[in-house]
């Protein structure tokens, strides 16, 4: 079984739509819980940590539920530069992190 | 602001042959790291460290594999003997503690692998 689960998209939106990804993970102990950006052929790019009570920054909204494990991330108002593979990443009580495949975002005009 | 920076951008290297993949973690940072990405699939954790010696390690980094920081700046990846199924992007990443409770970590550009 995967660690980290996510649909691959792609994930086909026009500008200033609101769009949502989820990320499943398997390891209830898993300790920190991350979203990233990837553009092709690039670093991984934090986006933003995930904390329990969720959390906001700009128009990126960022959901935990431990109960049934998952993690969830909505961005609302899309801009063309949100067009990336987003990365649900997990970091577990041993301190190894590991990387959705990642969910393909392409907002168009 | 403060980056990690990674060199070769790109090595091509024959099947057996060894190398070195060099990275510079940013500077306050304490804790380092090696990811791998083949090519259309997703990021693999290979190795942490931290104070001097490695703190976990996935089933990928075996014996062929080593880390070294040999200068307290450098933080380097040596293969041993590369395969052809070695060829990936190769990330080095730092961290730091922030908030007090959430590591962040940030990434180098990457070091494109191939084996030919």
């Known amino acids: 079984r995967k660690e980290v689960e996510q649909d691959p998209g792609p994930f086909n939106v026009p500008e200033g739509a609101t769009v949502a990804f989820n990320c499943t993970y398997s390891?209830?102990?898993?300790?920190?819980f991350f979203w990233y950006r990837q553009d092709c052929r690039k670093e991984p790019k934090l986006l933003m940590s995930?904390?329990?009570s969720g959390n906001e920054d700009g128009r990126f909204t960022a959901q935990l539920n431990r109960a049934s494990q998952y993690i969830s991330l909505l961005i609302r108002d899309s801009k063309l530069s949100d067009s990336a593979t987003y990365l649900c990443?997990?970091?577990?009580?041993?301190?190894?992190?590991?990387f959705g495949s990642g969910t393909k975002l392409n907002v168009k005009p | 602001e403060p980056e990690v920076t990674q060199t070769p951008s790109h090595q091509v290297t024959q099947m057996g042959q060894e190398v070195i993949l060099r990275c510079v973690p940013i500077?306050?940072?304490?804790?380092f790291y090696w990811y791998r990405q083949i090519l259309g699939q997703k990021v693999e954790f290979l190795v942490s460290?931290?104070?001097?010696?490695?703190?976990?390690k996935s089933e990928i980094f075996d014996d062929q594999f080593s880390v070294e920081r040999p200068d307290g700046s450098n933080f380097t990846l040596k293969i041993r003997s590369t395969k052809l199924e070695d060829s990936a992007m190769y990330f080095c990443?730092?961290?730091?503690?922030?908030?007090?409770?959430?590591?962040?970590?940030?990434f180098g550009p990457g070091t494109r692998l191939l084996v030919l």
């Open positions: 990443a730092s961290s730091v503690w922030e908030r007090g409770d959430q590591e962040t970590q940030y």
């Open positions: 390891n209830s102990a898993s300790q920190s």
């Open positions: 995930v904390y329990s």
């Open positions: 990443v997990l970091r577990d009580n041993f301190n190894k992190f590991y």
């Open positions: 500077s306050n940072h304490l804790y």
């Open positions: 460290f931290y104070n001097n010696e490695i703190s976990e």
